[in-house]
């Protein structure tokens, strides 16, 4: 039997731990496992972009573009990839189109080979300086549909969507799920649907999460309607809110007309190597192994907990059930976006502004912004009242351009203020760690000679817990402070083991 | 559309403890649930046998009998079901066929509607009279099929099995992967060999663990191919070593020509009340999420814990390796039996003793037992070298005939016995629970009226325990008393929380 072989897009380095403990792994604990995935035969290995720069430079004074080129060094057989989010970059605003041209450009310097393209709302416009910015590198553009659940998401309109995406340029087509939403039979026919549209030789790359349970079935059923490449996790950093096992992957195609050709002693050892870091960063995942609860909420995960902290920072923990129902009514307002970051937080947000203090009785800017076209277009009208309103409070007329074509040149201003602060090198690839995060970046530069932090646990304590959880349950790692009454006096003692 | 509905068999009460929680669940967190299970439309509830007649008696302090006789009052509905391993009842020692009879008559009279039986070596015989009784009940007699892989395990030899099972009275199927082995390509063509063998009307249950990751894939192919009925765990019962969610596979089938049928918000009441019991038990649970070595190792994951123990015990922990090497050869010697209690245990044990003692040097009892055909026939030959030995060491001889034959009339005598017993109440049921469990069942007797012990947390401690992971990590809960040594004087301390 002859076979078609599936590409494998190792996401480890990159979405797994996005996904399961807060973007805080650390470079020095993913280096071990870079030979062994640079040999195993993936189709690319995802492992920057998406929150990673964001996290190294908040939380693990880490530079994002050493890390880069040290993934580069160690992996010079692989294609490495990166999730970019279009227009936004790894920010969370509109670039000009200048700072999209520099980033890419640079990103393309330091080894970057695949550019996962997207845009939360589905804008092409958002989307398509970035990939031509890529085209022009000569690296890989690859246009993204987000997948969603609305009444007026429709298997034809991704369909449509992927041609705007070829259109453009895009060299390869992701559908991206990054809420497992995507069922099986919809997967099916938009593959499937793609490929008798634009013909088979058109790349289609489908990435999904495993939260819901249903995915690798999904996965599956992409495969069977021609997908060729998917994404997965080795099994040591896959599942809950991550993705499906890369084994689990290898396992389901055998017998089957398709394969994956990659080295199993290989995967094991990636598999070991993960093993042995998870549980260091134990402090940092939550306790969802599947939630079929999206389905009808259509609220992912993550946004469901951020709102319910808002509403017990503001005391009214107890209203999360009308916030629920709020969402799905903001969400029509806004013209139905796919709920991802930032949308997803724009929505959340003024779900939690409506149910507290009244119909849009405030907005936030965002959500007025959102109301007014400065994200970009969604599938579906805004709602004309509420634009009424968000132009009222916002002060601000409603746009029917592509956003980014209202910003002035920028970048000549970004090198002169990055280039002002203490610990700037002069690169542009400081400038962009300013113009991305201008808030953190200063603390960064000042910091950086310092080196890496790692925030997860060491080996040792690890052990420690390990043993002492065997052990003694319950006893002392400390330190910690007790009052400690020893024949009728009071001491203060502090208390840690040895 | 139109679509084919497919039967749920719902396996919290009774796989799904078995496999995540050492089968510990008492009957007062079941009960809550029972309603909800009732009116939820599965085809079959799982809730006894399998090892929870065992655990019942051995940590529960609870009369198994009384168990099935609330289940049987809670769920007035619902079929419900259990797991049976033919001539050895839930014990582990096959059984004349008068005591045989009677557990599946007092069975059934007790409320017990699906019977699912199977043996360990997939040897017909060892089924036949199980099934037999089952049949002059009246109730539903499943015959089942034992998966594994082995070079002698083949499509067609599944399908013929299936034939035979028919033949012996049938009125379904069960394709029982235990171990998770069952990859989507081999589930459909067994279900679509037999279908298209024996016709569409013969019904295909499929049972699957999760531990492999890959096994929902499995089940939409098993459906695609024909089956009937699958075996789901609610979601907060499932994954890892135990079951796919049942929510995930609602949503697995959602626009595709099959459909499940079942009450979504019931899902989510039963959904909700295990998530809050299963912490109780989070003590007897492994960490093992996805686990896919087995499709190299072939040894399923429980064995390999109980090899890894019995090596340690004898001081030689070091030599796993070469115990994973020997169980194959094992296997192969004794003709490939599927890896499932009791010949799990059998062969494993022998490859730790073949390591430590030398290869055959030192047999078990239980070993030489299946070597000489004392459990029933494998499918493949055993080597003729190994029975020899076999022989001289048990002296006893190789038989051919179905094992059960040789046993004498035992029932009078198990009555007899049972009723010397202090405690006991002199039903059949009682002699049942001697029979099948004579070291056990005089302290279960004895101490039977102080009534069922529940082995999990309290709500209270479990809060207690959450409360104070958040709070202080690894704060004394206490009293803890510690030598303090202060100033050169040693002072005993009790230190507790304040």
């Known amino acids: 039997m002859s076979q078609r072989t599936i590409g494998v897009t190792e996401v480890a380095l990159r979405d797994a731990h996005q996904s399961l403990m807060a973007t805080r792994m650390a470079l020095e604990d993913m280096v071990e496992a870079c030979e062994d995935i640079d040999q195993t035969g993936y189709w690319s290995v995802e492992c920057w972009g998406g929150a990673t720069y964001d996290a190294c430079i908040r939380f693990l004074n880490e530079d994002p573009w050493e890390r880069l080129r040290t993934f580069r060094k160690l992996m010079p057989n692989s294609k490495l990839q990166m999730l ?175 394969t994956t050709n990659l080295d199993h002693d290989r995967l094991i050892r990636i598999r070991d190597h993960f093993a042995k870091i998870r549980p260091k960063y134990a402090a940092f995942e939550s306790a969802t192994l599947v939630d079929t609860d999206i389905f009808t909420s259509q609220i992912p995960g993550g946004m469901l907990s951020n709102m319910e902290s808002q509403l017990k920072a503001q005391g009214a923990g107890d209203r999360i059930r009308e916030v629920m129902e709020e969402v799905p009514l903001v969400k029509a307002d806004s013209g139905h976006p796919p709920l991802v970051t930032p949308s997803s937080q724009i929505v959340g947000t003024q779900a939690v502004f409506n149910v507290l203090m009244g119909k849009y009785k405030v907005m936030t800017g965002e959500f007025a912004d959102l109301m007014l076209g400065y994200y970009g277009e969604c599938i579906g009208p805004r709602n004309p009242e509420v634009v009424a309103i968000a132009q009222a409070q916002a002060k601000k007329e409603p746009i029917t351009c592509r956003p980014a074509d209202l910003l002035p040149p920028e970048w000549d201003k970004l090198v002169a203020d990055a280039q002002a602060l203490p610990g700037n090198d002069g690169t542009p690839e400081d400038v962009l760690t300013y113009a991305m995060f201008p808030g953190v970046a200063p603390g960064f530069f000042a910091t950086r000679p310092d080196g890496p932090k790692n925030v997860g646990k060491t080996p040792d304590q690890v052990e420690a817990e390990k043993t002492s959880a065997k052990d003694v349950a319950g006893a002392v790692k400390g330190p910690i402070k007790y009052k400690v009454t020893l024949g009728g006096r009071e001491h203060s003692v502090t208390v840690e083991r040895a």
Chains 1, 2 share one sequence.
């Not at 092409?124 to 246009?143: D, E, I, L």
């Not at 995507?182 to 088979?200: C, F, S, W």
């Open 84 to 258: 970019l989010r279009g227009q936004n970059l790894l920010g969370y605003r509109h670039y000009e189109d200048m700072v999209v041209e520099k980033f890419v450009e640079k990103s393309a310097e330091n080894g970057m080979d695949v550019f996962r393209v997207f845009d939360a709302l589905n804008d092409p416009r958002n989307m398509a300086r970035a990939m031509a910015a890529v085209a022009s590198t000569g690296k890989h553009a690859q246009g993204t549909i987000c997948y969603t659940i609305s009444p007026l998401h429709t298997v034809d309109g991704y369909i449509k969507l992927a041609g705007q995406l070829l259109d453009m340029g895009a060299q390869s087509l992701a559908l991206k799920d990054m809420a497992a939403l995507l069922q099986p039979q919809p997967a099916y026919d938009i593959v499937r649907g793609i490929k008798e549209t634009y013909g088979d030789g058109v790349q289609v790359n489908v990435h999904c999460h495993a939260t819901t349970g249903v995915t690798l079935v999904s996965l599956m059923k992409a495969i069977e309607a021609g997908a060729d490449v998917v994404d997965t996790a080795i099994s040591s950093m896959s599942l809950g809110p991550g993705h499906n096992p890369t084994e689990s992957l290898v396992a389901m195609l055998e017998g089957t007309p398709y």
